[in-house]
């Protein structure tokens, strides 16, 4: 199942210099006309390779948006405020961004007869009654940011059925790996940070609850098969189907680092969803996308920084996957 080739295009991804969105951008780069439009306010400079245009802006701006997407064939859509928590505190602020400035791009997009592939995200389904959640599981955010996120996947299926803009919504799970940072980056990070200075891993509540959480190179080949694929109008769950307790990881974690880290409990999170885990079959079907990378491969990768996430026996179809930074075939 190799990633499908794209080249030759001339393709935007905003938020281009954040976690997902810069190795998006090494997948696509060279071998396409890459533009990147971000604000830099949370993104990277560093991660952009040289040949990348730039544009610093935000998509709240139209005209740098209209900069941006003038004559493109795909955008991957990335830019967010991405803190569910700072969405429940300022909601108004997290919608103009997740939002407004996303239903201007899909205008843009429409104009430009662009292809669109939005970043959604497991926030649409809230705490979801049965698991595995599949894309027909009622959707019921919890969060301001899921509400955004929603609303979103929902305008792109419009577009498709209105307008006839070819879109795709990516519902992405917990992703991970190396370059997601700062205060909303995700416990992975978080529980690698503390392990590595030996200082206490903290699990928010019991530590019962579970995740899916999926390596950023399985999004970035999902990112690419969105882009080709003639099932548009549709949202897919991008995910592992595995689940993992967040008291499961802080051992895996603390075990792959050789640290002498305690694990300690602190207060759970207020309004934190108890467990997610995604039914990937639709995309499996019709995007041919199937995670390749275990969690545990992509935990020692991202220990031993730099290092192929290569899957364990145990990982299934991840098995004997070999992944550098830039390489998705
Ligand atoms: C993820 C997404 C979020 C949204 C949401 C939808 C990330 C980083 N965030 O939020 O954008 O899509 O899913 O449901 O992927 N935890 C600890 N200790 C820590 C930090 C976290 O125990 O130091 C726990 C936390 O209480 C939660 C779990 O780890 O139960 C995962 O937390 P997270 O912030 O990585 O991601 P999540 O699922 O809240």
Known sequence: MDSPAIRDRTVLVTGGAGFIGSHLVDALHPHNEVRVLDTFTTGTRAYLPDGVTVIEGDIRDPIALQKAARGVDIIFHHAALVSVSQSVEAPRQSNETNLEASLLLLEQAR??????VVASSAAVYGHPEDLPVSETTPTKPSSPYGVQKLALDQYTRLYEDLYDVET????????????????????ISTFLEQARA????????????????????????ANLRAATTDAVGEAYNIGTGQQTTIEELAETIRDATGSSSPIVHCEPRPGDIRHSGADTSKATRELGFEARVGLESGIRSLVGEGQPAVA????????????????YS
């Open 312 to 327: 364990d026996e145990e990982d299934g179809p991840a098995q004997n996957h070999h992944w550098e930074s830039g390489s």
């Open 168 to 187: 795709v919504a990516l519902r992405y799970f917990n992703v991970y790996g190396p370059r997601q940072q700062g205060p909303y980056s995700g416990v």
């Open 111 to 116: 104009q430009e007869d662009a292809r669109v």
């Open 198 to 221: 030996d200082e206490p891993i903290t699990i928010e509540g019991d530590g019962k609850q579970s995740r899916d959480f999926v390596h950023i190179s399985d999004v970035v080949r």
